[in-house]
């Protein structure tokens, strides 16, 4: 079972948080929803997971409308927001425990689910949850969301302030699961887990720019993108952007990803024109374009 929203809007004392959101997510599919905060990630979810009702739209989450049939949706979804927010006294098992009583199910009759989840944290089931790392934390939401088998997974922001290798293994984590045929709805503000999701929709101030896959979003980049690099690279910013021919100039790690207006131009005369502003160790090559490019193009 998938999700389909069709013209969904919402606002908050006339401030409009998402605007005309239409896009499906297929049955078994890892669907990402990428933007910054503020962009309209968590209304969204607060509304499919009928926390929120919309002003405007329809929506159904495993063919159920998220009105008329809220009550089957809460029992046949999982839902891990973004705050960390189970019970902080309460031990790691006491928790699971909890979640799957209020479904009317057992730890025993789903571990499967989460075995290799859980797995990790199960020498820990008797440290209370607050007493926990970031990435533990992560785990045990998941596994509690987990508990009652669902068909359908939201994830809000579920790795934002985890370790990178927390991060990297929960994704890993994602692809199993949902090799067990659940759909996931996950949502990011890091440009680089878009790349492992089957589809992303990129939001931003409540409005969808795109919905492709990873790679159909960055093949429409429209322009050459050059790493340009240099001895100091706030004056190599100022420089650029001054620049009469500079189309965009983004700070990208140690480069500056630059796009210039011109079809073909020259990479010596970029290079001198930095050089004579004062600028040294200057080099400029040709790069592909990423998500996180493609994003700022379409959000410009």
């Known amino acids: 079972m998938g999700i389909s929203l069709s013209n969904i809007e919402k606002s908050y004392k006339k401030q409009m948080a998402v605007q ?4 499906e997510v297929k049955p078994g599919e890892l669907f990402g929803l990428i933007g910054p905060d503020g962009a309209g990630k968590t209304t969204l979810f607060r509304i499919l997971t009928t926390l929120l009702l919309p002003d405007k739209g329809e929506a159904k989450v495993a063919g159920y409308d998220i009105i008329e049939d809220y009550k089957a949706i809460r029992k046949s979804v ?3 927001p973004g705050r960390f927010s189970l019970y902080q006294d309460l031990t790691v098992e006491e928790n699971l425990t909890f979640f799957a009583t209020i479904f009317g199910t057992t730890i025993e009759e789903n571990y499967h689910l989460i075995k290799d989840i859980y797995s990790q944290i199960e020498p820990f089931k008797n ?3 607050g007493q926990l790392s970031g990435g533990m934390k992560q785990k045990l939401a998941l596994s509690c969301a987990l508990i009652h088998k669902p068909t359908v997974l939201f994830l809000d922001e579920p790795t934002t302030g985890v370790d990178p290798v927390s991060r990297k293994e929960f994704w890993e984590m994602l692809k199993r699961l949902q090799e067990q045929g659940i759909t996931i709805l996950v949502s990011t503000p890091y440009m680089d887990e878009a790349a492992l999701c089957d589809r992303i929709a990129l939001i931003q101030e409540g409005k969808i ?6 790679e159909g979003i960055v093949s429409k980049f429209p322009k050459t993108i050059y790493n340009v690099k240099a001895n100091n690279m706030y004056k190599l910013i100022q420089t650029l952007q001054k620049y009469e021919h500079t189309y965009s100039v983004f700070p990208f790690g140690e480069f500056v990803h630059y796009t210039d207006k011109r079809e073909a131009f020259s990479e010596e005369e ?5 050089k004579s502003a004062g600028l ?3 080099t400029v090559e040709v790069t592909h374009a990423n998500i996180e490019d493609a994003f700022m193009e379409l959000a410009k």
């Open 20 to 23: 005309d959101i239409s896009f």
């Open 78 to 80: 999982g839902y891990m």
């Open 127 to 129: 440290r209370r949850a």
């Open 209 to 214: 720019l795109d919905i492709d896959t990873p």
């Open 270 to 274: 970029l290079k001198n024109l930095l």
């Open 280 to 282: 040294e160790s200057v």
